[in-house]
Structure formats: structure tokens, C-alpha cells
């Protein structure tokens, strides 16, 4: 599957939801074959005389037809379907055998399949449609801001607090492909895609409301400077040629309480018992390292795929022991791949409903517009002093500085910029030779300012607040540390090794063979959230807001997975009420557990002895030929229909 995103178009919600759904099928698929655990969408139970060979059939035929479905329309297709028939065949199973017998391993994992694929086709993502946005006049996205183009000096932004979309020459996305110059927000629908764990009162706001962010000129405008401010100081920091060194090591670096970067590292390794060695490195080395290895670039399997990379390695590390929380029985590798996925999974998928129901919420501002806005209209720092604007950027000596007749001279120290625009200590943009050269940083104009990414890439089609990736990562963060009973990678660290020379993207480097480590998975999650702010795709509070939701994402899905682990789910009280809608139709409003879900079966005939007898409905209810499901994506409403199936 993670092959199959690497070569598809790089939308992070859509492969969230993606992996939830094949995890979900997968995990069904196992669960049909156990007494215990509840299914999710499907929840037949079923026995053959080898369990365990039934189990493998009916979880490839459930794999195999949900990634079908899913990457039957992506840019590779052709490619992944064949892969995906080869890889069955392989298993020694035939993609032509579509039955639906339960009575057949083959039959139950096509069953699961399309149980999954009912559940989540009408979720709101609108996969019939290509993920593609409603019509502006049912809804869709419209900006309030003109697109700015990125080849261009300044910006034509209006509205500054509001995301603007960007024009890109020659733009590719983050696997090399090409995509329209013109950026369109890339899931702008998902403020109303149903979640795994999260509730709301309303389809029209977050499933998790932290408040807007900061608005320049409004509530937080010290905070909105800031964040410019920090920015350009961390762009300022995207050199190896500057002497500085940090250490990185987990005994330094690390270890902050949610919602910050107020660690000051962790004192012993748990599985060793002693302290961690320094790992002292540039840092520019590592601030450039750390931003393309989190952007997921080229090949990108997006940052919900890239958890699943962490995961299949701890998975498969040997000092591992296989007990859930870290206690009770040690399970076989088929149940614990089959359980992590399916809490890691529905944990990202959360996270991004969380996180895009943000961003089209409040529409949030990127720093490109921002620094760009504010630096071409002078400073903000002293009204007595020449260009004053107090909506220009703070004056900062040695990193933001005023353009004078003097300093904009040949050889001055702002030679040839701009008078009365800001200038900025910054990268300046890829090198010519991305191979071969790194570009350092230099006095530039900040209304020229780009983001540590590539030319053909700038920054990603959508809105700025929350980061996905902080949220993403500080997801799956809290499930690996729950699921697993322990904050720390197996063995006490993880690490990444870049080699020096030619091994970044956007520019050559790093200078030295650098490695990343982190101790637990929040370290390598708030990593992840720093990422984009080198990377100057986000501000700090797009990063520490997206933790904060991100851990509360986390945390639902696992306490909700587990109740479909151990089948408490299933006897989850709930309350019910009727309102009749006409005499033939009436409304259910049910309480309870939310994620258990029935489904509903429709007809128009509803005269009988459900209309009259709300007892005898509840007492129906309960039993397994009814099934209910919600009326839309998010509402607690549900319309009843006398049953006809299963």
C-alpha cells in the first residue's frame, strides 16, 4: 500500500483515509474468525477447519479489493493494479474469484471488503467525485485571496490572515508529478468527512476547536509577529557555512511537554540504563536534513504513511515483545499487525478530519504571504525611524533590516535590494546545481522570500493552521506509546542516517553524514512539527496547536479501538428517541458510544407495528437484522427504514 501512495498523487487526507479503511478490512477480516473482537463494518462470525490458514485467504481478498478500489482511479493505476493481481497471485488466490460465500474464506474477505467500502463511500470525502471539492454553489471553497504568483517579487495578497493560493511555474507535487500551475485547496470537503472517534454539535465546525490563530492587526497580532519573526530566524539557520553546532541526541534534544519545545533532552536510555552519547552536528546540516526527511520527498507515502514506515519498523525490531500496553498475553505478528494498524490508522485518519476541518474552518495564513506582505511594506518597529508601516516587519539587527539609499550600494550590505522594503538574513532559494551546489543564506528582499522547498513546489495547496504533519505525527505518537506500553523505540532510540554529499533534494547536502535520533515517538513527532517550520511552511502555532490536537485524536481512537478489541462495544449502552418525519418516515436520534455504527437498509414502506410502538422499535433495535447507520457524515440524526437484510 505504501508503494501504491509513493507513486499516487500526495494528498494527505485521502491517504489517511485510505489506510484506515484497508486496516479496518484487514482487521474485520481477522475478526470474523474470532469470538471476541467486534468488527467494524463487518461482523459476521464464521469458523473453518484451519482458522489460521482462513484467516490469511480472507485478509488478502479483503486487502485486495479495498486497494483495488481505492487506486483504480490514482495516477499510476496501471502499475499498481498489476501489482496488486501479482501479489495475489503470488499468494497463490486468484483475483477473478469475486464470490461473496461466507461459508469461504474468499467469500468472507469479499464480504469485509464490500461492507468497508459501503461504510466509507458516502463518509463525505466525495470519492466518487475524485476527492474533488463541492461546486461553489453548493458550498465549495471559494478564496478570499487572488493567487500570488511565486516567480514574482511580493505579493498581490488582500487579506492577509486568510490563506493564499499560489501560482507555480512548471509546479510538481512532492512526487515529481506534474500538477496545474494554479493551486486549489486539496480537501477543502473534509470539514464534513466522518471520523473514526470524534464528535461535534454541528457539521459546520472542527471536530476539535482550539481557537484561530493569530490575526496581524487583531487578537494575537504579537503572536502573528512572532511567528514571522521565527521563521525567518530558522531560514536565517539553513546554512552549513555559519559554525554553528548543536547536539542532537536524545540526552539533549527532546523530551518537551505537549504543546512546546521546552525539552531538555532525556537523562538514561531505559533499555541501556546509561546516558546517550552526544551526536553533535551543523546545524544548518540538521535543520535541512530534518526538513526534507519529515516532507516525505520525492516518493512521498505522505506523513500518514510515513507513521506506518515507523511502525512496520518497531514492529519488526527484535528487542520487541508483542504485548499490547506492554502487558497480558504476547501475541502473534498476524494479530498484532492486524490491531496496530487498525488503532494506528483510524488515530490519522482522525487527525486529519481534525486538521482539515481547522483549515477550512479558519482558512489560515502561510508564512510566504505573510513575510512577504509584511516586508514590502516597510518596519514595524519604530514610528521616528524612515518606512514605517505598522503592518511591516519588526526590526530585528542582523536579521531583518530596513533597505537604505547606503546599504542598497554595490558591495554595501544590502547591495542592489529594494530601498524602504525589508531586508532579511535568508535562504534565497534552490541553487542553479541543486546537485552539486547549496545556496547558504544571504541578505535578500523579504517580498522576494520562499520557503525551503523546491522551485516547483513552494508550499502545499492548502491552508496554514494546523500543521497535518504536527497533528499526524502527535497522532500516532500517542497510539505507538499506548499500543506498545512504552513512550521509547525499542532498544531506547530510533535514528535515520543521511549520507553527506548529494543526498538532500532541494539543494546538496548535508556536508557531514548526519543521523537523526529520538528516543520516544513524541520526539520524533515533535521533529516532525519543527520540520515545516525550517522548512517555512509553517509558524509555531500551526506546530504546537497541531500537537495538541493531534494527541487528542490520538488518544479517542485508541481508547475507542480498544473497545472494539476486547467487544466491550457491542454492549455500549445507548438511549433512543423518536420523532415522526411524515407518515411514512421517522427520525432516530441515538446516544451512544460514538464509531458503532448500524447500518441502515432503506424502503419506503414503514406502516407496521414499528410506527406506533416505540417499545417494540428499541426492542428491534437489538436485534442483529437491524442495522442503523447516521443520516450524514456528522449528524446524531438517523433515519429508520424497515430492515429487509442483514
Known sequence: ??????????HPPVHARNLFSVSAAIYDA????DNVA???????????????????????????????????????ASTTLAALDAQLTALGYSPGNSSTDPSTPAGVGNSVAAAVSAWFINDGARQLQS????????????????????GFSGTNVVKVNRWQPLVIASALDQNGNPVGSYQSFLGAQWLGVRPFALSRTSSNVPWIDPGPPPQLNGAGDAEFRNGVVEVIRRSSELTPDDGVFIDISPGDFGNNDLGTNDGIGHSLNPATGSPYLPNVV??????????????DGPNSETPPGHWNVLANAVSDHPSLVKRIGGTGPVLDDLEWDVKLYFALNSAVHDAACAAWSLKRYYDGWRPMSAIRYMGQLGQSSDPLKPYYDPSGLPLVPNLIEIVTFTSSLPGKRHAGLPIGQAAILAWPGQPADPVNQHSGVRWISSAGWVPFQKKTFVTPAFPGYISGHSAFSRSAAEVMNAFTGSAFFPGGMATHTVSAGSSLTFENGPSQTLQLQWATYYDAADQAGLSRLWGGIHVSMDDLTGRVVGSQCGKGAWALAKQYFDGSIAQAPYQVAIRRVDPFQFELRCESVRGFYYKLQTTTDLRGPFMDDPAGFVQCLESPIVRLEPASASQKFYRYVRAMQP
Do not use: C
Open 282 to 295: 551543523r546545524r544548518g546540516d540538521f535543520a535541512r536534513v530534518l526538513a526534507e526527511f519529515w516532507a
Open 38 to 76: 467486534v468488527g467494524f463494518a463487518y461482523r459476521g462470525k464464521h469458523t473453518a477447519p484451519d482458522i489460521v490458514a482462513a484467516r490469511r485467504e480472507a485478509i488478502s481478498y479483503a486487502a485486495y479489493r479495498m486497494l483495488r478500489e481505492r487506486f483504480a482511479l490514482s495516477l499510476n
Open 30 to 33: 481477522w475478526t470474523a474468525y
Open 1 to 10: 500500500m505504501l508503494a501504491a501512495i509513493r507513486v499516487d498523487k500526495p
Open 131 to 150: 476527492y474533488a471539492d463541492y461546486p461553489t454553489n453548493q458550498g465549495g471553497y471559494v478564496s478570499v485571496n487572488p493567487h500570488m504568483a511565486t
